[in-house]
């Protein structure tokens, strides 16, 4: 049983971040373990506002960007691991968020691609009781890779 991660970076300055790479598989394999499963295949693409904006507009009907989609797979190859689907994620979107939080943008990009994955096995936070039971998986999983609690009020954050 693995996890396999794979990682494109297609647009955005993502290079202004420290290892955005090694921080998205790291957190994938971190969210997966936080849902029980250690068998799989996720796809991460770090692109720009442009691009995600598109695909909001296309899959979603709304013609702007957001931070982070998450795409499920509808099949897996017989006899290959699972895979699991695709996460999105914009550069831009996830820069402002972080300031406007006060936190460090890799610290960010972690939990989106947490918040994703788990979109991906099935969690969700259309009711309260979904987004408390998501919101803890989403801090166990961080908590594996170092990362605060990403809903704590920025006062409360250690350095």
Known sequence: MSVAVEIAIEAGDWEKLPHPADTARRAAAAALASAGLHDGEVGILLTDDAYVRALNRKWRAK??????????????????????????IAFET??????????PAHHHLAHLVVHGVLHLVGHDHASDNEAEAMERKERAALATVGVPDPYMDAGERTP
Do not use: H, I, Y
């Open 63 to 88: 013609d702007e960007p957001t931070n982070v989609l998450s795409f499920v797979s509808p099949f897996s190859e017989p006899g290959e691991p699972r895979f699991l689907g695709d996460v999105v």
């Open 94 to 103: 996830v820069l402002r968020e972080a300031e406007a939080e006060g936190k």
